[in-house]
Structures are given as C-alpha cells and as structure tokens.
C-alpha cells in the first residue's frame, strides 16, 4: 500500500533511535524512503545479494534465515533488519522471507551511512560492539603488564647469599630472581637472608639455592592487577615473578602497586585469608552482592567481574584446604583440588553453587582413601556455609566417584571419548572446564593435553559433543523477537544463564576442543580460537560482541535485584528493556544462534 511521507514521519517518531532525532530532519529524510507491499513467501532478499537497503517493518512479519538456512528469528512491527550486511560490504548475510503479507519501509542504503555519520544516536543503536568502558586507572582493569619491572634482576642457584646481598644493596632492590637459563627456579627475597641466613647463622658462602623460596607462585603477563594483590594478600608474600611461555620477563612488589588504590575484593580475599572457619569466612562471602554491585557501578567489564568475585570463592577453597590438612594433617599423598563449572572457567556472578574435584597421586593407596573423602567433606561442607550451595548433581569432591587417583581420571575421560553416551557428553562437558585450584598442579597437566588430543581426534565424539552443545538455544521467538518462559514462576522472562550465556559457553567449549586450546575462560577461548584459526575474525567480533552484551545486562540484572534488597538471579523481564536494549539483545541472540547452526553444520566460522 502507498504511503504518504506523514504517514512514515508519524510511524518513525514511534521507532527508536528515530523517535529521538528533530521532527524537521524526519521529514526531510521521509520522501526519501520507499514501502514495499509484499504477499505471504516473498523474497525480500536471499543470502549474499546485494541490499536494497535497510529494512524496517511497519506491517506483518518476516522471518530471517541464516547461511545454513536455519531460522534464527522472526520479527514484527518496528523491528529492522539487515543492517550487519550495510556495515560490512552492503551485501546480506542472511536471508528474509514475508511470513505474512507485510508492509515494508526500506531506507536507501545511502540514507542509512548518512544517518549513521550525522547522528551518534542512530550510529549507538546500530553499533553492535561493547560501548567503551570508562579509562579509571585502577587496579582491578590493569593488566599485570603494564605493572611489571621488566628485566628483572637474577642470579645463578650456585651464587653465594653474600654475593647475592651485596647485589641487592647495590641495586636497591628486595629480591632476586634465582635462574637456570631463561628458566626460573626460585626467588630469593630479603626475608629469607635475615630468617634463613642471619638468623641461623649460615655461612656468607651459602649457595641461594639453599635458601631461596624455590617453584614459586608466577603469574603470566595477562593476569590483571587484582590477581597480584589477592595472591601476595593471601600468601603474605611480596614479591611475584611474571613468567610466560616459560621465560622470566618481569617482576611485581608490593612497591609496584602502591600507586593504585586497593579494590574491596582484595579487602575479601585478606579476610578470607586469614579466617579461622567457615563460619568466619561465611561472613565475609555475604558480602559479594555488595561488591558485584560496586563493580557493575563502576563500568567493569563483565569478564573483569566475574574474574574479581571467582578470586573470592577460590581463596576460599584454599583456605578450608589449609584449615583441613591443619585438623586432619598432612596428606598421604600429592592431591589436587579442581573447579568446574563458572568457578572453573572463573566467570561466577552473585549466584552460584559448588562443582569440585578431586585427583590424587596414583601411589594413594586404599587405606588412604579415608583422609581424602573427610578433606573433601570438610571443604564441600565450608563452601555450602560460606552461599556455595552443594551441587544439585552431586558434582563434587565429597562423591567418591570424583574423588579419585589420576590413572582412573585417565580412564574416566578415555571412556567419555571413546563411547559419547549422552551422560559422557554431559561429564565431558563439565570436566572440560577443570581448572586447578589447589595441590599439586603437576598431576593435571599431561592429563588435561592428552585428553583435548584424544578428544579431537575423535570426530564421532566431536560430533556428540557438538550436538549437545546445541541443546540450549537463545531465546528467540515472535513476541517482539523473544521467547519467554511460558509458565511457573519466572513466567514472562528470559533465562539469561540457560539461554543467554550458557550457549556460548558451549560453544567456546568446542572451538577449544578443535583447536586443543588450553584457555578455559569463556572469552579467552573465544580470542584464542580466533588466534588459531578456528573462528574467523569476523565471526569472532560478532560473536564476542554478543557475549559481552548478554553477559554484562545479565550481571546489570543482578545488581538492579541487590540494589531493591533482592537476591540475584538470572531471569529478565524483556519489559523492563528499553527498545533500544531489546534491539540489541535480540540481536546478541541472532548472532548467537546463526553462529550455533554453523557449528551444527560441520563450520567453526562465520565469514
């Protein structure tokens, strides 16, 4: 049907972001857009062809297929679409179909790039990306990079303590680092030359080998500031190496962080650290809603969050460790504490229970046994009182069955990979986001390489693994683009675990597995298959992009809730969403499952 420029003047001041732009610049723009009428099955465009321009429906419906020709939404009045092809090449990357006889407003390909340049309002609602975060200078968002000494001083194992002293004086530091090579093996601080040296009376001959701290904590270039302050604030060190790829390249003190102000979840984990019980621990984990709202306040990205709150339910892990080998004593054999889950892939928000391990030293014997399963039960029952709630699938240290040496860990994951049931894709699933906690890491390491070989090498488990990674899809439906949930107590909200974050945690989860990537992180094993190949450069922005959008208005979600006095969960009300932010997530949603139909379809990537 024909439309006057008033009758598309009056629908455009009801559309975001053109209700916000003078009534005299949509006039003057609205002579120049054209309404299509169009039947039921039309073509409004087919995947690859070059666009018309940018569409905006002002009656009916249409459906959007991606480049698998899977559906990935449907949208009615005043959604648009086609906008990710304009700003690429002008050509589409998806294909439209009428699922009803439909009125359309097409705005000139022109018309668009001049809207965009002219307005940032128009140029905000299009652009996809992460708005930037504010630049605070502080230590939570500093990479230890930019924090480190860089060359730091060393000496040789065979050195004397004397020599060493001297060259410390001389260079007015408070530590060397002890090296074979580029290869570090210990720090000597000068902590250990008055309590090892001087204070037992040792020989100026002394090698450092002797009295050096040897293996000690490191940390790589890409941790961020906080992990400093919480290690040193938890092992009452000052002094940590910052190794990568193996080498020695810098070196943080206490000296080096004085110029940033200490964040309140540092304050946590000293608490933490030097609680006597669970019950003293419990006290200072209640106060994790406070800080998730201070830290979503203070423009954190959400991978930054998550990071600083799992810091806390991973000290303290160690600290009942430390708290059972005191009431229980030493450990039989080398043991090694593990997390899975969002504690595992450190990315826990203002809800979350408990999924642990445990693997022990094949030379644990089963008398021994006993000790482990009450170390277990100890530490399991402490994260229940400190808000991390036992696991509802009983996937923890305290059952025998996951608290086991490693050679039956080897066989548990030979099993799941060689016959992919679908209660070994669920446990494949989990364990693949293992990461060390507390122990002996060593007892990981081979096992954690040899299974991502054994696993990718298997295409009929790739292929299970890929299909139940399927399972939880975005939340796309024909209510303005969403599906809520239909019933129960959370009716009329979107699931922004399930159905938001959780399917691009299964994704990043294959990627990792067909790159052998070692990352565990959502993000990082998202900017990592992207670095080996396994997702194009575009498929990544636009995937990454995605995430940081629903993984950031979930946690602007929970601390909205802490905020009212309510406890955070992870069920929106689309309602509470301006257009404009529920433009943007249901787009979120669109890349995410276009990027799960290619992954169904045998592709790791979006060109």
Known sequence: MPLSPEQITRFLKSVHPYDALPLAELERIAPRIDAWEVERDFAVYDLGEKLPGLFIVYEGQVEIRDENDAVVSHLGLRNSFGERGLMRDGHAVTSARADAHSVLL??????????????????????????????VQSLA???????????????????????????????????????????????????????????EARSPDTPVAQVMTPAPLTLAPSAIGSDVLHAMMERHIGHIPIVEAGRLVGMVTQTDLTRFQAVSSAELVSRLARATSAGEMAEVTAEIPRLLVQLVAGGNRHEVVTRLITDIADTATRRLLALAEEKLGPPPVPYLWLACGSQGRQEQTGVSDQDNCLLLDDAVTEPQMPYFQDLARFVCDGLNTCGYVYCPGDMMATNPRWCQPVRVWRDYFRGWIARPNPEAQMLASVMFDLRPIGGHQALFTDLQAETLRAARANSIFVAHMISNSLKHTPPLGLLRGFATIRSGEHRNTLDLKHNGVVPVVDLGRIYALQGELTEVGTRARLEAAEAAGVLSPSGARDLKDAYDLIAETRLEHQAALVRRAEAPDN?????????????????????????????????????
């Open 106 to 135: 097409v705005l000139p390909p022109e018309l668009f790039s001049e809207l965009m340049a002219a307005h940032p309002v128009v140029a905000k609602f299009f652009n996809r990306a992460r708005a930037p975060r504010p630049q």
């Open 141 to 199: 968002t500093s990479r230890v990079e930019t924090l480190m000494a860089r060359d730091p001083a060393t000496c040789a194992p065979g050195t004397t303590v004397q020599a060493a002293a001297q060259d410390m004086r001389a260079r007015g530091i408070s530590s060397l680092c002890v090296c074979e090579g580029d290869a570090l093996v210990g720090i000597l601080t000068q902590r250990d030359l008055s309590g090892k040296v001087v204070a």
């Open 571 to 607: 069920y929106l009300a689309p309602t509470s969403l301006s257009d404009f932010e529920r433009s943007h997530l249901r787009d979120a949603f669109v890349v995410v499952k276009t990027m799960q139909s290619a992954v169904g379809h045998g592709k790791g990537m979006l060109s």
